[in-house]
């Protein structure tokens, strides 16, 4: 089996984030970039596998600057076998939809039977390029999965819903995310250090995918948080029972 999982660098969620003013995009400092924690669990649920079949093929795949190679070479490290870094400057600030015809042209030839990703990225928390690259790539898509199967026919899982549990599954090849149910990720070793150098790294521009680098939304306009104001104050008089209630209703909290 051939697996690919979609990782991404994103700002460490331990420090603040910050919206640089002059290109309305993330401040994505080289040095505090780290392996989004949910594609680290879809790396993990990928390694599971080949834990189980040596002959299991796991690819890690990414579009970012220079620094998401460092990404990459940690995902190696763990035990992925090889990656792809779409690298670009012209895809600098690129949105979703440029971002998601890009991923589509890098994985459209690589045969894969699986693709894993997770649900949301913190940095964009969108939650939408999975089910556009389904689109592009026509192949099934089972979205936020909370535990997931896979054997020789197919993959199924489940995945919770305010409506309850829904048991979902596709054939091969198919595309899946995973939420934060999945297990963390495991901790490199000092043998899959010293491998990762050696495992090989495709670098692919824009041009190579045959992809225009242009993105059809930008943004116009950024607004600092607005300060929190201070809550309502019910002070008990005899009716505190009453007002609480009203304002609950008011805000269809009950």
């Known amino acids: 089996m051939k697996i690919v999982v979609l990782i991404k660098a994103v700002p460490d969620t331990a420090d603040e984030r910050i919206l640089d003013p002059q290109t309305y995009r993330v401040d994505r400092d080289a040095s505090d970039q780290i392996i989004d924690e949910i594609t680290e669990r879809a790396l993990e649920l990928a390694l599971s596998v080949k834990d189980r079949d040596k002959t299991t093929e796991v690819i890690v795949a990414t579009m970012g600057p220079a620094h998401a190679n460092k990404a990459i070479r940690k995902a190696l490290s763990m035990g992925a076998d090889s990656g792809i870094h779409v690298l670009d400057d012209a895809l600098i600030g690129a949105d979703l939809v440029l971002t998601a015809a890009t991923l589509a042209a890098a994985l459209r030839d690589l045969g894969a039977e699986l693709i894993i990703a997770g649900n949301e990225s913190t940095d964009g928390r969108a939650g939408m390029l999975p089910a556009m690259l389904s689109e592009h790539l026509g192949l099934p898509l089972l979205g936020s999965l909370t535990t997931a199967e896979m054997s020789a026919q197919g993959i199924s899982g489940q995945r919770q819903s305010e409506a309850g549990t829904q048991e979902v599954n596709a054939a091969y090849p198919a595309i899946i995310t995973v939420t934060e149910r999945f297990a963390e990720a ?43 104001s201070a809550g309502a104050k019910i002070i008990d008089d005899g009716q505190g029972a009453d007002e609480l209630i009203t304002f609950l209703t008011a805000r269809h909290l009950i």
């Open 186 to 228: 495991r901790f490199p070793n000092f043998k899959g250090i010293l491998g990762a150098k050696r495992k090989p790294v495709t670098t692919k521009s824009a041009a190579e995918l045959g992809v225009g680098a242009r993105s059809l939304s930008t943004v116009a306009q950024i607004l600092p948080r607005p300060a929190r």
